[in-house]
């Protein structure tokens, strides 16, 4: 099992910065995935926003590609997200998540909420805001 705690988010006018946090208890296995996810005020939906590999390649959703960068320590157990030039349409409930089950990242944005439900770890997660 896995435990996830996010921390780092609040509050920022447009246009500032935050670096979130997330911290991964237990035994991460090397075909586990790390992502970002986020769900805005009054959506029931993830959004995926950014994905990590055991190799450190990369994926982010359009919406973010430029501004966000999601980045993990050598152990696996502490990835980040540093998200510059932020808009108010970010405000949201950010996650950070394990997935398994995947052959690499390419999908790990659009995956179904089915899917996420059954082979992914989720943290509690921590709110951004950013005011205009």
């Known amino acids: 099992q896995l435990h996830l705690a996010e921390s780092g988010g609040g509050s920022v006018q447009s246009g500032g910065s935050l670096r979130l946090s997330c911290r991964v208890s237990?035994?991460?296995?090397?075909?586990?995935?790390l992502a970002w996810f986020r769900r805005g005020p009054g959506s029931g939906r993830r959004e995926g926003v950014a994905?990590?590999?055991?190799?450190?390649?990369?994926i982010y959703a359009d919406s973010v590609q430029g501004r966000f960068t999601i980045s993990q320590d050598n152990t696996r157990n502490n990835v980040f997200l540093q998200m510059n030039s932020l808009k108010p349409e970010d405000t949201a409930m950010y996650f950070c998540?394990?997935?398994?089950?995947?052959?690499?990242?390419?999908?790990?944005?659009?995956?179904?909420?089915?899917?996420?439900?059954?082979?992914?770890?989720w943290g509690q997660g921590t709110q951004v805001t950013v005011s205009s």
């Open positions: 994905g990590i590999d055991s190799d450190n390649s990369t």
């Open positions: 998540a394990v997935i398994s089950g995947l052959r690499d990242i390419s999908r790990i944005l659009r995956l179904s909420d089915d899917y996420l439900d059954r082979f992914g770890w």
């Open positions: 237990g035994s991460m296995d090397a075909a586990y995935r």
